[in-house]
């Protein structure tokens, strides 16, 4: 017997006239890995915050762990960590002294757990260096002892990975793999399609509304509807210009040095060709490519 | 000027306390270009941007910029850019207009001068709807078009964009680079001027590198040195036929009996598949034996192919540790927390 370690039922989140959440369901399962995407101020925090116990729902209900969310949120809290897209690390004291100062807050005063805290986010041997030296990579990684410190079951990270560079990145959702393989359930939101990529489901948002919550290559299947086209224009501004314009085409958009274009299913790519090149735009080559998760993200966000 | 280099930086370097932030740092970026700057954290990339707007003053090195001097004329050399910080801050109180406004002024605009091109500016980055909306209730996007359009008001030829799409959605990072694209090219122009000489030039340094790969040169920073700059193609050349794409299940399993083999330098998952790179002519040996290495302990294979490598393949390799140690020895800080 499995229970789901979320479940969300209509939950609802009003500020005023302003709907923030609504009526959004879903339920995660324990050792899952769920990434929860979103536009800036789609809704992804402040769901957040309700599951935390932070703020309290208008309307529905938030089930974390086998207890609601708000009415039992000290029970919710002892249980799950966050680690919050602008966390307080102290910057005057070491490493060390802030997990010890946190461990404090949760109670857990067990110097051999703080330590093993410390050699589970590679930071053993950096005991009693000043945290204001960390680069943003090693602060992280701090930030997520923080919030493991406690030994959750359950752990919400709120855009863990902003600002970091691509090696720490792929350092830290190797530490997020480690975890979920021992049964930690996690809920991560990010802007990063790759990372997002790396979940086993992941969840949209949009205006307060969850849009879809599915396996990247079910939404994939499900959300793009027509065909990839990978289009090399020389210069790139020629074919944003041009493409958007030809019957059939449904999006283009910026994906590295080329321009990826969703057309209808079955329009030939001679058509696009013919298009850019009456407009005398030069093309280097069209590649028939597979739908992305930011593709899907576009799609649903827009 | 010659070549239409718009910024020329030659042997910057700063030092804070001990550590070398910018080490002998020089770069030349050309009309219509736009450079990107990448590394990891702490490599430099924010600091040398500051030294190239003069927000920092360098320990030793020249900047030019549009063929003025940033030590000796100052004021016309910081007329000609616009710059766009980590942490672009605006009034939140203040309408859209009145930031602008303030901004204009605070770089020595006369109303006559920052409001016709104002409307222009605005419609241009798509907030002429919201000229009098209160920057605090803007969404992120706009904020981020309003810290556009505030550095696009002095009609610059040259843009310093320091990380402006970190922590930004993919649509709102998409709506960005095609600005970005457009300011660059024919299409921008009455928005900045230099056109007739051939566009605006944009500095960008970035965590993403697709969107790296956009840039027509990029600059990989280690250590506070510049350790290669190319074009994306030929920064991808360097390791054309040394990556391999698996695709299968379970990633463990392929993660692991990959790394396990000897011609195989390193294992990254990219999405759902893995690049692995091997060394240089170890390809084929590769290809022939891991598929049966990997069903042998129970692995499945799907695909395992060469494929072209992506920047990300490049920055992973740049960044790898054997690299670290020939920076050090050049005088770099190496390994550990690195400071910022």
Redesign the interface.
Known sequence: MSEAVIKVENLTRRFGDFVAVDHINFEVQPGEVVGYLGPNGSGKTTTIRMLLGLLEPSEGEANVLGFDAFKQSEQVRSRVGYMSQKFAIYDDLTVLENLTFYGGVYGINDKARIKRTLELVGLSGHDSTLTQTLSAGWRQRLALGIALVHEPKLLFLDEPTSGVDPTARRAFWDLIYQLAETGVTILVTTHYMDEAEYCERVGIMRDGKLLAMDTPSNLKKNIIPGDVWEVYTEPLQGGLEVLPEVEGVLRVSLAGDHLRTITEKGLKKEVLLEALKAKSVNVRDIIAGEATLEDVFISLAR | MMNNILISASALSKSFGETRAVDNVSLQIHAGEIYGLV?????GKTTTLRLLVGALKADSGDVNICGYDLNKQVETARSQFGYLSQRFSMYEDLSVLENIRFFAEVRGLRSNEWLPRCNEILEFVGLEKFKDRRAGLL???MKQKLGLASALVTRPRVLLLD?PT?????????DF??LI??LT?L?GKGISEGQGEGGVSVIIST????EA??CHRVGFMKAGRIITEDT??NLRAQLAGRILELRGSPLHILRHTAHADKDVEDV?????RLHIRVGQGKAEDVLHRLPSQIRGVGGQVDELRVVNP???DI??EL?SPHLALQSAQNGGTTG?????
């Open positions: 590394g990891a954290d702490g490599a969404s992120g996007g990380e970190t922590g930004v959605d993919p649509v709102t990072r998409q680079w095609q694209i457009k090219s299409s965590p993403y590198m697709d790969s956009r994306p193609s990254q998952a990219f999405g759902d992506v920047l990300e920055f992973i960044s550990g927390p690195e400071s910022k």
